[in-house]
Nanobody
Framework: QVQLVESGGGSVEAGGSLTLTCVASGIPFSVHAMGWYRQVPGRQRELVAVIASEGRAHYGEPVQGRFTISRDNAKSTVTLEMNSLKPEDTAIYYC????????????????WGQGTQVTVSS
């Protein structure tokens, strides 16, 4: 059974930083791409960043240059370092393992966990 547990969210002022961590279990972590996604109530979930199994990263346009995704295969963790946070980054952040076209939200290995709330005040 796939389990994805996100942590590290919180409340910060604009310009601040947070680091999110996702611990995965139940999947062969090292062979899967891993991604971070976010959702605001009433809006569609969107891609924040995804990192392929070999380490190549892709970022959503709104976060390019501010966020950094990384992975530790030995610990089955994927981390999202978020800098220069903006109020529009406020959302619930989720991790998951995309299948197929990893830059899309078409297909995932696991279900969606509870996520971690990020709130950025102006």
């Amino acid at each position: 059974q796939v389990q994805l547990v996100e942590s590290g969210g919180g409340s910060v002022e604009a310009g601040g930083s947070l680091t999110l961590t996702c611990v995965a279990s139940g999947i062969p972590f090292s062979v899967h791409a891993m991604g971070w996604y976010r959702q605001v109530p009433g809006r569609q979930r969107e891609l924040v960043a995804v990192i392929a199994s070999e380490g190549r990263a892709h970022y959503g346009e709104p976060v390019q240059g501010r966020f950094t995704i990384s992975r530790d295969n030995a610990k089955s963790t994927v981390t999202l370092e978020m800098n220069s946070l903006k109020p529009e980054d406020t959302a619930i952040y989720y991790c998951n393992a995309p299948r197929g076209r990893i830059k899309t939200l078409e297909n995932f290995v696991g279900g969606w966990g509870q996520g971690t709330q990020v709130t950025v005040s102006s």
